[in-house]
């Protein structure tokens, strides 16, 4: 069993940081915040049952990790860093969605202009 202590700061950011991409990718960022936000308090019966659960949970992550994981999560100050690079994450992921849409109606006018020209009628 890992003691958070026995954890590089380094590491620990790591493998934050790839469970906050793992939530966002999966577009679990919103039930994802609200389950840390309101077990946040409980972190340390939270990290415990992270280990209760990693049969399923090894499926995901390796059982190295999970003890990693449930070793970091007891601190509340983890929880706070993955709550904020949950949220970076997502809303960039929402930012470069609205870029896509925004290129894609530009793109889409452009064709029709040059179809039908400005005023709308065939050339």
């Known amino acids: 069993m890992y003691l958070y202590e026995d954890i590089s700061k380094e590491e620990r950011e790591r493998l934050l940081d790839n469970l906050a991409e793992k939530v966002v990718k999966y577009n679990l960022a919103v039930p994802g915040i609200i389950f840390f936000e309101s077990t946040k308090y409980l972190n340390r019966i939270g990290s415990q049952f992270l280990v209760f659960s990693s049969p399923i949970v090894d499926t995901v992550l390796p059982s190295l990790e999970i003890e990693k994981y ?3 999560l007891e601190e509340r100050s983890s929880v706070e860093y993955l709550l904020d690079k949950i949220e970076e994450l997502e809303n960039e992921k929402r930012k470069e969605k ?3 849409k925004k ?3 530009g793109l889409i006018k452009k064709i029709k202009d040059s179809l039908f020209g400005e005023n709308g009628k065939e050339k």
Do not use: F
Request: no cysteine; glycine share 0%; hydrophobic share 45%.
């Open 98 to 100: 609205e870029m896509k």
């Open 103 to 105: 290129n894609k109606k």
């Open 70 to 72: 449930a070793a970091i």
